[in-house]
């Protein structure tokens, strides 16, 4: 199964907290950058957890390239809204006087979803950035908040062109729309575990998706699901008897089969949409630290963008 589309530029990546949605950015970026492409990795204050997932040293404010071809950043509201500002007004004391004001301060962050704006206005920025003639990044990976506040995000280029006056913001909440809702362009992928809570969140997400938002969903990623054993192998197992040492293995098998029937049956309750352009990730719990589990799940996406 491919992941499409798959010459989308932004990726935005979300699930409930807790679901691996940073690994599943984290081996994204990997897999792009070994098709050849220059990759940016957005975290939204995610204090360092890519850098965590990818070995390399914390992330900052500033974009900086942590492998041939993979650059990463951390934002967040105020260093986003600092630089917006910075390059509308284009001199740097004027900024001071104005931004810095106590009282200007306290109306920005009274403001509802500027910062959730900017940030995705910054990352507009960079799909529009060239350098020598050419697109600077071929992708970008957001690794978006968890789902409630990436539906907020995502909702924050339209509640603007609504509440702000005509200007260069509404303007800006325009691009952003733009680019958010061209399926050429950008693709929401989706990441859950077999469990209700993560699936339901999921399942919230995706028809706020295609009812209000209007983004185009790509492939959603199952994490951590047990492999299931056909009723044949369970049978046989079941039927099978193992000496005294080897029971306590017999009885770890079972609890997993239907621990594994349990979770397919919760998945079930996903869309068809999902189910039909979804990629299970199994548990990987044999890996020494985790740059191996993102290069691992890497090579389970490079599998699956062959059709393997």
């Given amino acids: ?25 984290c081996a994204l970026a990997v897999q792009e950058v070994r098709q050849g492409k220059k990759v940016l990795l957005c975290e939204a204050k995610g204090r360092s957890r890519t850098t ?36 509308m007004l284009r001199f740097k004391p004027l900024y001071n006087a104005v931004f810095e004001n106590r009282l200007i301060k306290t109306f920005i962050r009274l403001v509802p979803s500027l910062g959730e704006l900017v ?102 990623f199952i994490n951590q699901g047990i492999p299931e054993l056909c009723d044949e192998d369970l049978k046989q197992l079941k039927s099978t008897t193992l000496p005294r040492e080897w029971a306590a293995l017999k009885e770890v098998l079972e609890t997993h089969a239907l621990q594994s029937r349990d979770e397919n049956q919760l998945l079930q309750e996903l869309p068809a949409k999902m189910l039909d352009n979804a990629l299970q990730i199994p548990q990987i719990i044999d890996q020494k630290n985790n740059r191996q589990t993102v290069e691992t799940i890497a090579d389970l996406l490079e599998a699956a963008s062959h059709g393997e």
């Fill in 1 to 25: 199964m491919p992941l499409e589309p798959k010459d989308v530029r932004l990726r935005i990546v979300t699930g409930k907290g807790g679901v691996g949605k940073t690994t599943i950015a």
């Fill in 52 to 87: 965590e997932f990818l070995g390399t040293r914390s992330a900052s404010e500033e974009i900086r390239e942590v492998q041939e071809n993979l650059f990463i950043v951390d934002m967040n509201p105020e260093a986003a809204i600092r630089e917006y500002a910075l390059l």
């Fill in 119 to 220: 940030m995705l206005g910054k990352i507009w920025f960079h799909e529009q950035e060239q350098h020598l003639d050419k697109s600077r990044f071929d992708v970008i990976i957001f690794d978006a908040p968890a789902t409630g506040h990436a539906r907020l995000m995502l909702h924050a280029p339209q509640a603007m062109q609504t509440t702000v006056p005509p200007g260069p913001l509404r303007q800006n909440a325009r691009l952003i729309q733009e680019l958010l809702t061209d399926m050429e362009r950008t693709a929401l992928h989706l990441v859950t575990t077999p469990e209700e809570m993560p699936i339901n969140e999921a399942i919230e997400l995706e028809q706020a998706a295609r009812e209000s938002l209007g983004i185009h969903l790509g492939t959603t």
